[in-house]
């Protein structure tokens, strides 16, 4: 049974940082992807950042860019997003996404989601 564990949300002031993890369970996504989505009250679950898990190569949303970092520990099997200079709109609760082959932007396109963990930053 695959399991994804969203951890690290918390409150912050803005201009903060706080750092998710997602620890995977069941198996690997050697050939996939790892990533997060956030949703908003009353907005659609977006795309944030995700990796390649075999390269750790990451790619952002253009309003996260120059601000999250994502990476992985294979050992782990677990991610991160390390969250720099956060922003009263990265206010959301984010879900670590995985999938088992190749990589996507869109929430239809993983497999497996965590529980999602609350960002709430304070302006």
């Known amino acids: 049974q695959v399991q994804l564990v969203d951890t690290g949300g918390g409150l912050v002031q803005a201009g903060g940082s706080l750092r998710l993890s997602c620890a995977a369970s069941g198996r690997t996504f050697s050939n996939g992807a790892m990533g997060w989505f956030r949703q908003a009250p009353g907005k659609e679950r977006e795309f944030v950042a995700s990796?390649?898990?075999?390269?750790?190569?990451?790619y952002y949303a253009d309003t996260v860019k120059g601000r999250f970092t994502i990476s992985r520990d294979t050992a782990k099997n677990t991610a991160y997003l390390q969250m720099n200079s956060l922003k009263s709109e990265d206010t959301a609760v984010y879900y670590c996404?995985?999938?088992?082959?190749?990589?996507?932007?869109?929430?239809?396109?993983?497999?497996?989601w965590g529980q999602g963990t609350q960002v709430t930053v304070s302006s």
């Open positions: 990796l390649f898990w075999a390269s750790g190569i990451g």
């Open positions: 996404a995985a999938r088992n082959y190749g990589f996507g932007y869109t929430p239809t396109s993983y497999d497996y």
